[in-house]
Each structure stands twice: as structure tokens, then as C-alpha cells.
């Protein structure tokens, strides 16, 4: 029973994150007068706000992973059972993909759209596995001190990774494929998504060969 109650949490917990990366995208192109190095600011700030509560809330209660990779990579590390993990990916996807209808729902869009928003080759690839590494990376770093550091880092992270990739950093393979079901600033070609989806998993590769080990706070 409490597998099901964790996964249904981190469905709702990713669906928020969905909320926030769709609807503040969809907010800021709306609102930025066709500058879309302001569209980009502005998402990428409330996406790393929304981050740093969602993480605070609902840790407690499913992990607040919100991430396959990041699921993986707990179980990897032994702090996540990997009997758990089927239930919370699953979770993770329907509830990011809940997450692109429910904004579609308030900003009055169809709620079923696909991607149109051409993001691919080498460049970008390699933008999304440095971006995934290095949140798994700062996870593991900033976990020796304690959830307010991970959400903190995490938040911090991703609001710079907007920036400084090539790929704006998705990192996470629910919210990849979310994000192919929605037309707006923040959207992916579904064709782009099983690339960007294997960048993140060699990231994780790579962060688990370096960081399996949990760094000790000095």
C-alpha cells in the first residue's frame, strides 16, 4: 500500500512540475513581446522556484524524484528500493503528462497537441547529457547536507542549465516526453525525444561511475 500512496504523491508532485514549465513558458512568450531571451528568463526562474518547493513538499512523502533518472540513480545508490521504481516512473509520466493538460486546461489550449519545436542534433545531445550529469551530479553533492541544500542546489541548477546548454535542460525523460504533447514555448518534436532521452540516460551512466559513492560533509 505504501508504494502506490508514494507513487501517487510523486505524480502529483511531477504534474506540478509540469504546471510550471509548460504554464510559465506559455505565460512568458505571451507576456515577453517576441523576445525570447526574456521568454527563456522568465521560465526558467519560476521553473526553479516551483523546483526548490516541490522538492521541500513532497520529499517527505515520495522522494519528491519527480525524474526517472533521478529514481534510478537512488536505487543505484541503495537509497530507494528498486521494487518501488517501476510504480514511481510510471507515476512520473502520467502525472507529467497530467501536469502539460492542466496547463493547456488554463491558458484555454486544446488539452491534446503535439510538439512542433524542432530541438536536435549533435550540439544539443551533448547538451542534454551535460545538463542531466550535472544535476545528478549537484543531487548527490548537496544531499551530505540534508533536503534544504538538494532543493536549494537542485533549484540553483536548473534555473542556470536554462542558460548554459545547448538544450535548455530537460534532464528528465517524463518531462521529455510531456513536453512532446505540447505546442507552446516549451515544447519538443516527438521524433526529438528518444534522442533526448538517451543523452540523459548515458549522463546517468556516467554520474553513477563517478558519484555512486554518497560524498561526506567536511
Same mark, same amino acid.
Given at each position: 500500500?505504501?508504494?502506490?500512496? &508514494? ?18 513558458? !506559455? ?5 515577453? $513581446? ?12 519560476? %521553473? ?13 512523502? &515520495? ?26 516512473? @510510471?507515476? =512520473? ?17 486544446? !488539452?491534446?497537441?503535439? $510538439? ?7 550540439? =544539443?545531445?551533448?547538451?542534454?547529457? @551535460?545538463?542531466?550529469? $550535472? ?10 547536507? $540534508? ?17 548554459? %546548454?545547448?538544450? %535548455? ?30 543523452? =540523459? ?18
Amino acid at each position: 500500500m505504501f508504494r502506490y500512496r &508514494s507513487a501517487l504523491v510523486e505524480a502529483l508532485a511531477t504534474a506540478f512540475l509540469l504546471i510550471a514549465v509548460v504554464g510559465s513558458g !506559455i505565460m512568458a512568450e505571451r507576456l515577453s $513581446g517576441g523576445n525570447v531571451a526574456l521568454a527563456l528568463l522568465a521560465n526558467a526562474i519560476a %521553473t526553479g522556484g516551483a523546483l526548490y518547493a516541490l522538492i521541500i513538499a513532497f520529499a517527505s512523502h &515520495s522522494g519528491a524524484h519527480m525524474n526517472p533518472v533521478v529514481t534510478v540513480m537512488a536505487c543505484a545508490c541503495g537509497e530507494f528500493r528498486w521494487r518501488d521504481a517501476p510504480a514511481h516512473i @510510471v507515476a =512520473q509520466i502520467a502525472g507529467a503528462i497530467g501536469g502539460v493538460w492542466l496547463a493547456h486546461g488554463m491558458f484555454d489550449l486544446p !488539452i491534446l497537441e503535439l $510538439g512542433s519545436h524542432a530541438r536536435t542534433g549533435a550540439g =544539443q545531445w551533448l547538451g542534454e547529457l @551535460v545538463a542531466t550529469f $550535472g544535476l545528478l551530479v549537484v543531487i548527490r553533492g548537496a544531499g551530505a547536507y $540534508g533536503l534544504t541544500s538538494v532543493a536549494g542546489a537542485v533549484a540553483a541548477y536548473i534555473t542556470g542549465a536554462y542558460w548554459f %546548454t545547448s538544450s %535548455t535542460s530537460f534532464v528528465n525523460p517524463a518531462v521529455t516526453i510531456a513536453r512532446a504533447l505540447t505546442d507552446t514555448f516549451a515544447g519538443i518534436r516527438p521524433e526529438d525525444a528518444p534522442a533526448f532521452i538517451a543523452a =540523459q540516460c548515458v549522463g546517468l551512466v556516467l554520474a553513477l561511475t563517478l558519484m555512486r559513492r554518497k560524498p561526506q560533509p567536511r
